[in-house]
T-cell receptor
Framework: GENVEQHPSTLSVQEGDSAVIKCTYS??????FPWYKQELGKRPQLIID?????GEKKDQRIAVTLNKTAKHFSLHITETQPEDSAVYFC?????????????FGKGTKLSVKP | KAGVTQTPRYLIKTRGQQVTLSCSPI?????VSWYQQTPGQGLQFLFE???????NKGNFPGRFSGRQFSNSRSEMNVSTLELGDSALYLC??????????????FGPGTRLTVL
């Protein structure tokens, strides 16, 4: 089955710096890659996603890149702010057929220091 | 639209008991998935329901079961509780079941503590 590895497990940056979180997946059939942000005590919330027919997607300060050949995808946050501090999860899924499950990485705890 | 809701938000049970958790998806969403979140294992997929049928199942023992009703609301049940079942149980809903890569929206979770 699918396996998703996420690095680093913790990341500390200064406000205004960029943060990069990387994930690799094992199943070449995976075609949907969302990123979720989870603040302490809150539910995971989707911040950006990318599908396998796209190499890069941006939304203001957040971008995701996908390399299908190498089976890895990355989250880039520019101009970080203290409110970006949270745990970020990457996930992968194959929605072809009946599969609707997300396989998550173990998460990255991002701390943005003012 | 109201978001995904889960009840109860907190539960304390003792080993050997059973528990039922409830999830109401976003109006119009027909697919509900359940996940277990623990500090050690992270977010793990339990099962997905669509049109009252279990469509996919994760690697959990048979003590974990679920069902979906005709209004898309879902319940999950854990029987013979073990200490290791203590976790945050999250459900997520999405608009369509099969063949569509649409967004999953999570509920606030039910925090289960097994003593």
């Amino acid at each position: 089955g699918e396996n998703v590895e996420q690095h680093p497990s913790t990341l500390s940056v200064q406000e205004g710096d960029s943060a990069v979180i990387k994930c690799t997946y094992s199943d070449s059939a995976s075609n949907y890659f969302p990123w979720y942000k989870q603040e302490l005590g809150k539910r995971p919330q989707l911040i950006i996603d990318i599908r396998s027919n796209v190499g890069e997607k941006k939304d203001q300060r957040i971008a995701v890149t996908l390399n299908k050949t190498a089976k890895h995808f990355s989250l880039h946050i520019t101009e970080t702010q203290p409110e970006d501090s949270a745990v970020y999860f990457c996930a992968a899924s194959s929605y072809g057929g009946s599969q609707g499950n997300l396989i998550f990485g173990k998460g990255t705890k991002l701390s943005v220091k003012p | 639209k109201a978001g995904v809701t889960q009840t109860p938000r907190y539960l304390i049970k003792t080993r050997g008991q059973q528990v039922t958790l409830s999830c109401s998806p976003i109006s119009g969403h027909r697919s509900v998935s359940w996940y277990q979140q623990t500090p050690g294992q992270g977010l793990q997929f339990l099962f997905e329901y669509f049109s009252e049928t279990q469509r996919n199942k994760g690697n959990f023992p048979g003590r974990f079961s679920g069902r979906q009703f005709s209004n898309s609301r879902s319940e999950m049940n854990v029987s013979t509780l073990e200490l290791g079942d203590s976790a945050l149980y999250l459900c997520a809903s999405r608009a369509r079941g099969q063949g569509a890569s649409d967004t999953q929206y999570f509920g606030p979770g039910t925090r289960l503590t097994v003593l």
